[in-house]
């Protein structure tokens, strides 16, 4: 192909994807925003995790992230990163049990709300997440793909040993259109496809819902506490004003 041809295909892709969710998920966005923005109403956190690699990112975006709301708590297990080794990773996420014990040494129960991102939706640490947040009385945000999640084999090795999908066990789910696989170019004698867009989806999906949330709060006369830059000017004397309040709770903070 020619040079620059595949980087424009690319774009396509990613604007595609976008334009998908944009069109096709935005009641599920609205609807999963008011349930955020209920939370910060009440003055509790909002805690996201997405158990395994990449999916580590989606809880990263929308965490001590300029524009963002102070409220979200990333869970950033150190376990299911890649910095810790990503293949040790992989394992991990497919550890039956694992996303149980995270989930209860964050002691998340009744009354909070757990957004859990997976783009696959099918992995152990993923549906352990959500199943023991409900049981434990937490509302729970699933963000993954739908296709991803119906068209992967039961006996698939990276799926939960009850072979539930993510969008099944949670309150509230936004499909994040991923396809099968996640990489979706093709080059001429190249077996693999390349160009993966999980994370331009899931960023979009939550960035969505964030900005919904904070809008839906102002418009209920709330003004929630938001992250300014700290590489802008007055971004550091702005943020110092809600640092002592969060401290403690947010363990990553």
Same mark, same amino acid.
């Given at each position: 192909?020619?040079q620059?041809?595949?980087?424009?295909a690319?774009?396509?892709?990613?604007?595609?994807?976008?334009?998908d969710?944009?069109e096709?998920?935005?009641e599920?966005?609205?609807?999963?925003?008011?349930v955020v923005?209920?939370q910060?109403?009440?003055?509790?956190l909002?805690?996201?995790?997405?158990?395994?690699g990449?999916?580590n990112?989606?809880?990263?975006?929308?965490?001590?992230?300029?524009?963002?709301l102070?409220h979200?708590?990333?869970?950033?297990?150190?376990?299911?990163?890649?910095?810790g080794?990503?293949?040790?990773s992989?394992q991990?996420?497919?550890?039956? !049990?694992?996303?149980? +014990? &995270? @989930? #209860?040494?964050y /002691? $998340?129960?009744? !009354?909070?709300?757990? +957004? &859990? @991102? #997976?783009?696959? /939706? $099918?992995?152990?640490?993923?549906?352990?997440a959500?199943?023991?947040?409900k049981?434990?009385?937490?509302?729970?945000?699933?963000?993954?793909?739908?296709?991803?999640a119906?068209?992967t084999?039961?006996?698939h090795?990276?799926?939960?040993?009850?072979?539930?999908?993510?969008?099944d066990?949670?309150?509230?789910?936004?499909?994040?259109k991923?396809?099968?696989?996640?990489?979706v170019?093709e080059?001429p004698?190249?077996?693999q496809?390349?160009g993966?867009?999980?994370?331009?989806?899931?960023?979009?999906?939550?960035?969505?819902?964030v900005v919904?949330?904070?809008?839906?709060?102002v418009?209920?006369?709330v003004?929630?506490?938001v992250?300014?830059s700290g590489n802008?000017?007055?971004?550091?004397?702005?943020?110092?004003?809600?640092?002592?309040?969060?401290?403690?709770?947010?363990?990553?903070?």
């Amino acid at each position: 192909m020619r040079q620059g041809s595949v980087m424009d295909a690319y774009y396509k892709e990613v604007i595609g994807i976008i334009t998908d969710i944009h069109e096709n998920e935005k009641e599920r966005i609205l609807q999963c925003a008011r349930v955020v923005a209920d939370q910060v109403k009440e003055d509790r956190l909002i805690h996201i995790w997405g158990p395994g690699g990449h999916s580590n990112l989606a809880a990263m975006e929308v965490f001590f992230r300029a524009g963002g709301l102070m409220h979200v708590s990333a869970i950033l297990n150190q376990e299911t990163m890649l910095n810790g080794g990503a293949m040790k990773s992989m394992q991990v996420e497919r550890l039956p !049990g694992y996303g149980r +014990i &995270v @989930v #209860n040494d964050y /002691g $998340i129960g009744k !009354g909070d709300l757990l +957004i &859990v @991102v #997976n783009a696959y /939706g $099918i992995n152990s640490a993923t549906i352990d997440a959500a199943l023991t947040a409900k049981e434990n009385g937490a509302t729970v945000i699933g963000i993954c793909s739908h296709e991803h999640a119906r068209n992967t084999p039961p006996d698939h090795v990276a799926r939960h040993p009850s072979k539930k999908n993510l969008q099944d066990v949670v309150d509230y789910t936004i499909d994040c259109k991923v396809k099968v696989g996640d990489a979706v170019l093709e080059l001429p004698g190249f077996e693999q496809k390349i160009g993966a867009l999980s994370t331009f989806a899931n960023a979009y999906v939550l960035n969505a819902m964030v900005v919904e949330a904070i809008n839906m709060l102002v418009e209920d006369g709330v003004n929630p506490p938001v992250w300014r830059s700290g590489n802008c000017t007055g971004g550091d004397e702005w943020n110092n004003q809600f640092i002592q309040r969060f401290r403690s709770a947010v363990r990553c903070l």
